[in-house]
T-cell receptor, first 117, second 114 residues
């Protein structure tokens, strides 16, 4: 089946540093990938839609200068949390949708747990 | 904007018991509906989906869900659960023509006891 690889799975860093998270579709191409954030005991909240070769579309309330998204190829999207602070600590999950079109569901990565000290 | 409500946050069942997890959504237009499962330590996996056609959808591992348009519901069912069904279950909605964006419910944690 379709596999989405997300790396790293866990990162701990100091406040003020920037952290990059990668999301790769391993056996399919994805013109569209999605980035979610999940707080403890809450649902996944869509942060942004990553579009290959163009700018990401951010959801209301998500700072695009804070969460930089790059989707440079059909199999890779990156999320960079810039100047991270403790309130950015969360579980970040990416998903990718097969570019084949039609009724294609999203396939999810394992998530990245980000802890900012 | 659409929203999804899952009424049961925690469910505990014995093996062989029947399962029904509720999911209601609010959106006036055409929707695509999904149930995802997340087993402990694993990523979200698609259980089943409804796009159109027969409102009774069968998914993997013996799960099924019924779309009742008049009730804005998409409840998940399984006649006889197994210990291995212990997981968190998420209902999700995508407004047709909404750019494939998914709106998730808060999830239901299912624990199946032997």
């Amino acid at each position: 089946g379709a596999v989405v690889s997300q790396h790293p799975s866990w990162v701990i860093c100091k406040s003020g540093t920037s952290v990059k998270i990668e999301c790769r579709s391993l056996d399919f191409q994805a013109t569209t990938m999605f980035w979610y954030r999940q707080f403890p005991k809450q649902s996944l909240m869509l942060m942004a839609t990553s579009n290959e070769g163009s700018k990401a579309t951010y959801e209301q309330g998500v700072e695009k200068d804070k969460f930089l998204i790059n989707h440079a190829s059909l199999t890779l999207s990156t999320l960079t949390v810039t100047s991270a602070h403790p309130e950015d600590s969360s579980f970040y999950i990416c998903s990718a949708r097969d570019s084949k079109g039609g009724s294609q569901p999203q396939h999810f990565g394992d998530g990245t747990r980000l802890s900012i000290l | 904007a659409q929203s999804v409500s899952q009424h049961n946050h925690h469910v505990i069942l014995s093996e062989a018991a029947s399962l029904e997890l509720g999911c209601n959504y609010s959106y006036g237009g055409t929707v695509n509906l999904f149930w995802y499962v997340q087993y402990p330590g694993q990523h979200l996996q698609l259980l089943l989906k409804y796009f159109s056609g027969d409102p009774l959808v069968k998914g993997i591992k013996g799960f099924e869900a019924e779309f009742i348009k008049s009730k804005f519901s998409f409840n998940l069912r399984k006649p006889s659960v197994q210990w291995s069904d212990t997981a968190e279950y998420f209902c999700a909605v995508n407004a047709a023509g909404g750019g494939n964006k998914l709106t998730f419910g808060t999830g239901t944690q299912l624990k199946v006891e032997l």
